[in-house]
């Protein structure tokens, strides 16, 4: 298996509007993660980009489309965790024994409040204390026309909304997990507590900082090089800046800088 300086999440994008905020919100927890669209993921990228968690994102599509956005079939027995997410949550119901069904009056777009159930899990941490509502409810944001109607084998019920009655579930034994609103955006004002139980229980370590990644850069810089002598064009922007200082930490005076004047800097400056 390919080894990566980081432990890894992958992030497959089914088309969601707001999937770039589900990789802000891991970010923001010093995890790192990439995002790829569904149809670039197949069994062989799974196994050279070896993610320690999966993320599916929402999506315009129904399960019921010809050629309807699916994963690979490969990623639920990597035996890693799962968080499907709006559309997300549909096609890991259908794709693991569940039932998805059309809007018939139960489509949402927009703020609803999902009421817990008697069942609890480590990934509601945080979740439906007494002062979050009515009856501990918490607020979240929904956009979907399809729901799930019928949950896949080995998967409870962890909240459920007027329109939803699915609106968080889980695997516990397959660490799976699926929501059918949207955790990233600000509309679901703890979604960000879910994304933190997530990755917590997924073990990464939040170690992707830019420290780690400049000891990183200055080891893989040292290796490269070795005793050799470096030179490097220096122009004053950000770009050549950085990388003659991190170049420079870690080889020292084996580098020698040759400054460019390209004539766009300000008076003065050169």
Not at 160 to 173: C, V, Y
Not at 193 to 209: C, H, I, M, R, S
Request: glycine letters at 12%; charged letters at 15%.
């Amino acid at each position: 298996m390919t080894q990566h300086a980081h432990d890894r999440l992958l992030i497959i994008d089914f088309g969601s509007q707001v999937t770039q905020l589900i990789a802000r919100r891991l970010r923001e927890l010093n995890v790192y993660c990439e995002i790829h669209p569904y149809n670039r993921v197949d069994d062989a990228f799974l196994q050279a980009f070896a993610p320690k968690a999966v993320i599916f994102s929402g999506g315009p599509a129904s399960v019921y489309w010809d050629n309807a956005p699916m994963p690979p079939k490969g990623v639920f027995d990597l035996g890693v965790p799962i968080l499907g997410i709006c559309y997300g949550q549909q096609v890991m119901m259908h794709c693991l024994g569940g039932h998805v069904e059309g809007g018939h009056g139960t489509a949402e777009f927009g703020k609803a409040f999902v009421t817990p159930t008697d069942l609890t899990h480590p990934f509601l941490a945080g979740w439906f204390p007494p002062e979050s509502g009515p009856q501990g409810q918490e607020q979240v944001w929904m956009s979907h026309g399809d729901h799930v109607s019928k949950i896949a084998p080995g998967f409870n019920v962890y909240g459920t909304s007027p329109n939803a009655p699915f609106a968080i579930t889980a695997d516990p034994e397959r660490h799976f997990y699926a929501v059918q609103f949207h955790p990233e955006v600000h509309h679901t004002p703890k979604g960000a507590q879910l994304y933190e139980n997530f990755v917590k229980l997924a073990g990464f370590k939040g170690d992707w900082t830019m420290g780690a990644y400049r000891a990183e850069a200055i080891a893989k810089i040292r290796a490269q090089v070795g005793d050799a002598k470096v030179i490097c064009g220096l122009s004053g922007g950000v770009d050549s800046s950085v990388a003659a200082v991190l170049i420079h930490e870690a080889i020292g005076d084996q580098l020698t800088c040759v400054f460019v004047d390209h004539g766009l800097l300000r008076l003065g400056e050169a």
